[in-house]
């Protein structure tokens, strides 16, 4: 199974700030790679599929980059409803499989 | 607008069974792959099972193998995810997911609002 590793586990920012999450996957998975947002007690929401593509409806202060094994995502101003829990996941095959997610925070 | 809405969730004891369903609409259900994902109390995400748009193909995580078995009625645009002998381990939300595309590994553009499972005696 391919691994999927996020960095930070936990982050703390304020609103305005320029934020960037990081995952590595432990081989080489093209550009099959997608990003979710996570708020308490719902479900997740695709924010970017294919590394880098947004996914509709999306506000445009989301963008990920990234291909082979290291990827990211960056939310270039937070806003408030953006504090939130972010998972990266691999599908280039089976079994897809996630980060273990970052959790961004108030500061 | 897309829906999904699971339902069967519930307490069961370990080494009992549920089923999971989940209403889809709004789509073209026989179009795409669905998949299961759960989330234990606290923990992160877990892809669970999947299937084709026909229901010919599923595909399974290793820690269910065996146990949890996914159909499809195409004629009634639901989902289901029979699981046999479970494990306190099994206990999470399970969430419905739509795929992007036919491919069973392709990303989840739209997700359920997830039924809690919880094994306990």
């Known amino acids: 199974d391919i691994q999927m590793t996020q960095s930070p586990s936990s982050l703390s920012a304020s609103v305005g700030d320029r934020v960037t999450i990081t995952c590595r996957a432990s081989?080489?998975?093209?550009?099959?790679l997608n990003w979710y947002q996570q708020k308490p007690g719902k479900a997740p929401k695709l924010l970017i599929y294919?590394?880098?593509s947004l996914q509709s409806g999306v506000p445009s202060r989301f963008s990920g980059s990234g291909s082979g094994t290291d990827f990211t995502l960056t939310i270039s101003s937070l806003q408030p409803e953006d504090f939130a829990t972010y998972y990266c996941?691999?599908?280039?095959?089976?079994?897809?499989?996630f980060g273990q997610g970052t959790k961004l925070e108030i500061k | 607008e897309v829906q999904l809405l699971e339902s069967g969730g519930g307490l069961v004891q370990p080494g009992g069974s549920l089923r999971l369903s989940c209403a889809a609409s709004?789509?073209?259900?026989?179009?795409?792959?669905m998949s299961w994902v759960r989330q234990a109390p606290g923990k992160g995400l877990e892809w669970v099972s999947a299937?084709?748009?026909?229901?010919?193909?599923?595909y399974y995580a290793d820690s269910v193998k065996g146990r949890f078995t996914m159909s499809r009625d195409n004629s009634k645009n639901t989902l289901y995810l029979q699981m046999n002998s479970l494990r306190a381990e099994d206990t999470a939300v399970y969430y419905c997911?739509?795929?992007?595309?036919?491919?069973?590994?392709?990303?989840?553009?739209?997700w359920g609002q997830g039924t809690l499972v919880t094994v306990s005696s």
């Open positions: 996941q691999q599908s280039y095959n089976t079994p897809p499989t």
């Open positions: 997911a739509k795929a992007f595309s036919t491919s069973a590994t392709s990303p989840w553009d739209y």
């Open positions: 081989q080489s998975i093209s550009n099959h």
């Open positions: 294919a590394a880098s």
């Open positions: 299937i084709s748009g026909s229901g010919g193909s599923t």
């Open positions: 709004g789509f073209t259900f026989t179009r795409y792959a």
